[in-house]
């Protein structure tokens, strides 16, 4: 694959499929993604994966924070090296993209 493929055909997904996914592509993703160049070579990788009745309850716990309307409060905070101009471009912006309501942005 050039990388000019990988770059124009990368996406975000956020709608997912509810069924399961089989746990020999988790170890496939997870074997492919140690692969992959960490700055400075820090390798900083924890992974935390859940499935079954775990993600339920994550899911659920997760859905109740979200609707309570009280500040997020991540167990990893966004990185102090962050410069402040890019932290305010996701401050308060979610479902917009560069100050557009997704309704109004066309995909070219």
Aim: net charge positive; proline share 8%.
């Amino acid at each position: 694959m050039e990388l000019r493929d990988a770059v124009k055909g990368r996406r975000s997904i956020r709608r997912f499929l509810s069924k399961p996914v089989p746990e020999e592509m988790i170890q496939k993703i997870i074997s492919d993604a140690l692969w992959s160049p960490s700055w400075g070579n820090t390798q900083p990788w924890e992974l935390t994966i859940l499935t079954g009745d775990a993600m339920k309850q994550f899911m659920e716990k997760n859905r109740e924070a979200m609707m309570s309307g009280k500040e997020p409060t991540p167990d990893v905070p966004a990185p102090e090296a962050c410069p402040d101009a890019h932290k305010s471009r996701y401050k308060g912006r979610r479902g917009r993209k560069n100050g557009l309501l997704r309704k109004d942005v066309r995909h070219l």
